[in-house]
């Protein structure tokens, strides 16, 4: 059964930074690609950066710059980094592996 663990989460000022991590369990990370995802009160759950197996990453715009997506396939672990940032970072920040959610971590940025 595939777990994902997040962690992380925190509250941080605006233009601070947080790193999340997000350990995997039950699959062989190294051939999924994984995302993670935020969901901020009263909206949708958002795609906020992917990488691949290969470690390809991409991100949604509101990120780009800001954050890195990176993964340690030694560690099953994918991470995080975010850097300058924004209240309209708020959420809650999920990882996925595309068969399986954990249970998110808040990230709360607020002076």
């Known amino acids: 059964q595939v777990q994902l663990v997040e962690s992380g989460g925190g509250l941080v000022q605006p233009g601070g930074s947080l790193r999340l991590s997000c350990a995997a369990s039950?699959?062989?990370?190294?051939?999924?690609?994984m995302a993670w995802y935020r969901q901020a009160p009263g909206s949708q759950r958002e795609l906020v950066a992917h990488?691949?197996?290969?470690?390809?990453?991409s991100y949604t715009d509101s990120v780009k710059g800001r954050f890195t997506i990176s993964r340690d396939n030694a560690k099953n672990t994918v991470y995080l980094q975010m850097n300058s940032l924004k209240t309209e970072d708020t959420a809650v920040y999920y990882c996925?592996?595309?068969?399986?959610w954990g249970k998110g971590t808040l990230v709360t940025v607020s002076s």
């Open positions: 996925t592996s595309g068969t399986g």
């Open positions: 039950g699959l062989i990370f190294r051939i999924y690609a």
């Open positions: 990488i691949t197996s290969g470690g390809t990453t």
